[in-house]
């Protein structure tokens, strides 16, 4: 049976047992972190030099955030989120979602297209784009339509519904 007598001791109380002081260990001054109202200098220099007209996205950037917005969109037919998405984009990338919407609806269901038309609708009535954006988002989709016609059957009509969608009724009837 161990003895009942033993005592378990850290340094300090058996320093203090033995009538020597402690050795002191000289703590750290505690960090007081406080918010930053504004950055330091060297800091808003470069901010100042970024803030050019240089697009922050790359093209590449854009073209993936402009798919993960139409398949989003699909799943949860959110015209609310997708509006709001399309005025948080670049002005240079405008025409490029056109693009994108055009080139992905040539190979989806009517239905999906429908909604698409609906979109355009939306965003030419509220102004987030402009019908000079729109000429210029179809612009590469019309001029490929001829070979896209050959894998899709529909390529013609589809295209034709969403240049009507976005208020180029003009170019629709050239179909």
Not at 12 to 22: M, N, V
Request: aromatic share 8%; charged share 30%; glycine share 2%.
């Amino acid at each position: 049976m161990p003895n009942a007598n033993v005592l378990f001791l850290n340094q300090y109380q058996y320093s203090a047992l033995e009538g020597s002081e402690p050795e002191k260990v000289e703590q750290r001054k505690p960090l007081r972190l406080l918010p930053r109202s504004t950055p330091p200098p060297d800091q808003t220099a470069k901010a100042d030099e970024s803030s050019t007209d240089a697009p922050k996205k790359t093209e590449d950037e854009a073209k993936r955030s402009i798919e993960n917005t139409l398949k989003e969109f699909l799943s949860l037919r959110d015209m609310t989120e997708l509006l709001e998405n399309v005025k948080e984009l670049e002005p240079c990338y405008k025409p490029l979602f056109v693009t994108e919407f055009v080139n992905q609806s040539m190979e989806m269901k009517q239905s999906d297209v429908d909604s698409i038309g609906e979109v355009f609708k939306r965003i030419l009535s509220e102004n987030i784009l402009t019908v000079e954006e729109f000429e210029a988002g179809f612009s590469d989709p019309l001029e490929f339509l001829p070979d896209t016609a050959i894998d899709v059957p529909n390529a013609y009509k589809y295209a034709a519904q969403l240049l009507i969608a976005a208020g180029m009724d003009a170019k629709a009837d050239e179909l």
